[in-house]
């Protein structure tokens, strides 16, 4: 599976942006999608996941209200929706894939990673 994430970059606070993070290698069917971000000096935190044939989308409560996670499997591409954007949300935001059992909110489940997006965010 490769995932190639984009649509990052600077916005003031209370703007909006939308990620993409577009997949490819296998079939998805099965799988379950998610979103994490890393900011500078801390660890890597989940913000929402899916699971690709549908289903309960999970956010994280800081997230909850003003990102929105959605999916185009004609594409094969996953969408993250960030709006009402304030500085706490500056990082490195990253897509991966789940492909067996485990958490949707531990990075440690998923074994497939995009390479990042830098997603900064002004006050």
């Known amino acids: 599976v490769q995932l190639q994430a984009s649509g990052g970059g600077l916005v003031q606070a209370g703007g909006s942006l939308r990620l993409s993070c577009a997949a490819s290698g296998r079939t998805f069917s099965s799988y379950v999608m998610g979103w994490f971000r890393q900011a500078p000096g801390k660890e890597r935190e989940f913000v929402a996941a899916i699971r690709w044939s549908g289903g309960s989308t999970y956010y994280a409560d800081s997230v909850k209200g003003r990102f929105t996670f959605s999916r185009d499997n004609a594409k094969n591409t996953m969408y993250l929706q960030m709006n009402s954007l304030k500085p706490e949300d500056t990082a490195v935001y990253y897509c991966?894939?789940?492909?067996?059992?485990?958490?949707?909110?531990?990075?440690?489940?998923?074994?497939?990673w995009g390479h990042g997006t830098l997603v900064t965010v002004s006050s």
């Open positions: 991966a894939v789940r492909t067996s059992s485990g958490s949707h909110f531990l990075s440690s489940s998923y074994n497939y």
